[in-house]
Structures are given as structure tokens and as C-alpha cells.
């Protein structure tokens, strides 16, 4: 049971570059969320999708898509690299519902824009 | 809209000194609140919770008692160890809505 894993952990993008962070859960849960992790910004959340097939905005959406492409599956998008999205990101999953309180997290990916 | 407010860290203490952790918050309706801990070099999990006022929270020796008249839910621990050091974040969650609020986490170091 490796619960939440999360690719690449580490990433360096030039200006303008695209990439996709890949995350995956093997609990069944209905919710995953992305999060991105900034010194004295503490967690904020990008998207989410409360279940298979709907995603919704949360705080700092802005250069960023996602595509919810299974149950299992949650990926986080970058179209053109900004240097203000060097940061550490965070994806996380949850039963959801009246249990989206106990949200586990992935390891994280560093990753630094040039 | 909800926030969370937690002391300035980082904080530093001696082994087996006793901790707090402030904790404030703004919200409309009655919020469940969270404490949630990251270890270094990993992402966050969850420490504890409490769903209604005057809940106490607990586990791994910490605390926290929800406190609706001053909108605080403060984490404390009686006798830090080295490996209690890690970044600790505060959290809400509004009944009906997914999205938890965290604090911006408040990094401890405990010494030997």
C-alpha cells in the first residue's frame, strides 16, 4: 500500500517550458487535491476534484491546469513555466465528504523555474 | 472567509521543555479544526482534531482544546523529544465545504 506517490520529485524548468506532476492513490478515495507549499505562504490550494471527472479551482489557480483522469489519478499541469511557480508541491487524497478533513499527502516536488 | 492565524516561528526548545503552539481563527459557522505535522523531507499528515468547541484533540502527547469563545485551538505538549521537530500547521474545515484553511505552519526545533 504505497498510499500517495507523486513524479518527478525534483524538476528544473527554463521560462516558458511545460510539464505535467503526476500523482496517484491506491486508497479508493473520491477526493484529491494540489497544493503548493511557498516560505511563509504555508499550504495553498491550487485545484481539486471531489470526484471522478469534476475539478474545481481553489486559491491560486492561475497558469495551471489539472486533469482528474481516473479514480486513482490526479495530474497538475504547467503550459509556460514562471519563475513565480518555483515552489514545492503537494498532492493529497481523501475519502471526501464528511471525511475531506483527513487529507493524505505525497512526498512532494521540488520544483525550481529558471 | 476563513483564516488561520499561527504564531511566528521557528521556535526552539530543549528536550523535554514544554511547548505551545498559538493558534487563532476566523470563520463563519462552526468550524472542525486540525493540527497537522510535516516531518522533514516528507508531506504533511494528520496530528489531531477537534470537531466541536471544547473538544480536546489528542495524540503522540500533544494537545489542543477547541475554544469557541476565543476563536483558538493552541497545540501544547508536555515534555518535547528531538524527534517531535518539524514543521506544525494549523487548519480548518467548514461543515459542507472540502477545502481545508491552513495556517502558514510554525517550524520547531527541539536540542538535545
Known amino acids: 500500500n504505497a498510499g500517495v506517490t507523486q513524479t518527478p520529485k525534483f524538476q528544473v524548468l527554463k521560462t516558458g517550458q511545460s510539464m505535467t506532476l503526476q500523482c496517484a492513490q491506491d486508497?479508493?478515495?473520491?477526493?484529491m487535491y494540489w497544493y503548493r507549499q511557498d516560505p511563509g505562504m504555508g499550504l495553498r490550494l491550487i485545484y481539486y476534484s471531489a470526484s471522478e471527472g469534476t475539478t474545481d479551482k481553489g486559491e491560486v489557480p492561475n497558469g495551471y491546469n489539472v486533469s482528474r483522469l481516473n479514480k486513482r489519478e490526479f495530474s497538475l499541469r504547467l503550459e509556460s513555466a514562471a519563475p513565480s511557480q518555483t515552489s514545492v508541491y503537494f498532492c493529497?487524497?481523501?475519502?471526501?465528504?464528511?471525511?475531506?478533513?483527513?487529507?493524505?499527502f505525497g512526498p512532494g516536488t521540488r520544483l525550481t523555474v529558471t | 472567509g476563513n483564516s488561520v492565524t499561527q504564531m511566528e516561528g521557528p521556535v526552539t526548545l530543549s528536550e523535554e521543555a514544554f511547548l505551545t503552539i498559538n493558534c487563532t481563527y476566523t470563520a463563519t459557522g462552526y468550524p472542525s479544526l486540525f493540527w497537522y505535522v510535516q516531518y522533514p523531507g516528507e508531506g504533511l499528515q494528520l496530528l489531531l482534531k477537534?470537531?466541536?468547541?471544547?473538544d480536546k484533540g489528542s495524540n503522540k502527547g500533544f494537545e489542543a482544546t477547541y475554544r469557541k469563545e476565543t476563536t483558538s485551538f493552541h497545540l501544547e505538549k508536555g515534555s518535547v523529544q528531538v524527534s517531535d521537530s518539524a514543521v506544525y500547521f494549523c487548519a480548518l474545515l467548514n461543515f459542507g465545504n472540502e477545502k481545508l484553511t491552513f495556517g502558514t505552519g510554525t517550524r520547531l526545533t527541539i536540542i538535545p
Open positions: 493529497a487524497s481523501s475519502e471526501g465528504g464528511a471525511r475531506s478533513y483527513e487529507q493524505y
Open positions: 477537534a470537531t466541536k468547541a471544547d
Open positions: 486508497m479508493n478515495h473520491n477526493s
